[in-house]
């Protein structure tokens, strides 16, 4: 590897300027689109949308990953980063990616930001007649979110590395209720998608918070998050998701979707991997894709939500009280 090329191995370089294209919506992608491989695009070339440039920006903390800039039929443009913004043989964590994408969307102009996710369900209900239960095959928007790691929740080398004494994000709704709204409108709209039951936010349920790892949950990771779901009512999920604190510091409306694939690891006697390259190669990419399209083309800045208000500004005292900068 090569110092100064890649990654955030190399430190830090604030005067890097945005050259990538602008837009107010994006996608990550993620694990409901993999499937595709890197296909996406004709996917959305056959829905009317084209895609007009395949960008590399540099960012302030290395080469980021691959952003795609479309005009929708309604000639709405949007960006895509592919999965979360992670690049291939590149460690998620040791290469900032969380950065380097956030960076791009907030130099981009990006408002609305969609991401899906899958992976298991660690709902305490598992018999056949619980019919509430967050099961696979269901489509979730969850409620909250439980952090598996120290999330990034700042922008480094610009005003929002560090802006707790200046603004401060308040967690409830973490992923935007409007959104939300219109996201479950979408499924009902999807031809050919039948997923058993969609659970919007009023349902509780917790996601569980993870990025990047090479591995899924352990058993007793699983049935910690049971239990934790069965004593406070709310069940949870685990799954991919970027930063919702990181994405309300950016000032953007996190639209989040979940397809449960299996149940936790070791939960039941199934090996997930086995569901879940079916489901990814098969079942899922293109219902996924046409959602993300449709929503692409048509969503506005939500304005019934509080995104933006639960970023609150704080007493100026509050940042005086730090020492001053250098
Ligand atoms: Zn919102």
Partial sequence: MSPGHNGCLCGLDPSVPYEGPHAAIATLGGSPTWGL???????????????????RPRTPYGLGPQVEHYRTPRGRAFLRIPTYGQVVGEDPLLRASEWKTFWILWQAGVRILLVGGTSGSCDWRRGVKEEDAVRPGDFVLPR???PRDTMPTGLPGTELEFCL????????????????????????????????????????????RWLAGNGFESLATCRELELY???????????????????????????YYHVVANWGTGLEPEDPTVTLDRLYLETLPRVAAALELAL????????????????RPRPPEYARALSPPP
């Avoid at 890197?38 to 960008?55: K, N, Q, S």
């Avoid at 401060?168 to 050919?192: H, K, N, Q, S, Y």
């Avoid at 930063?243 to 000032?251: F, I, K, N, Q, T």
């Fill in 37 to 55: 491989g890197d296909r996406f695009h004709e996917i959305a070339a056959a829905e009317g949308h084209a895609r007009i440039g395949v960008h």
């Fill in 144 to 146: 909250s979110y439980l």
């Fill in 165 to 208: 004494p200046r603004q401060v994000a308040i967690m409830d709704d973490p992923f935007c209720p409007a959104l939300a709204e219109e996201i479950r409108e979408e499924t009902r709209r999807l031809p050919g998608a039948r997923f058993r039951r969609v659970h919007g936010p009023g349902a509780g349920v917790v996601l569980n």
């Fill in 229 to 255: 779901g069965r004593l406070t009512g709310m069940p949870v999920i685990t799954g991919d998701c970027v930063s919702p604190v990181l994405a309300r510091v950016c000032g953007m409306h996190l639209g």
């Fill in 296 to 311: 692409l083309d048509r969503l506005d800045e939500p304005a019934s939500c509080r995104c933006r208000a639960l970023l």
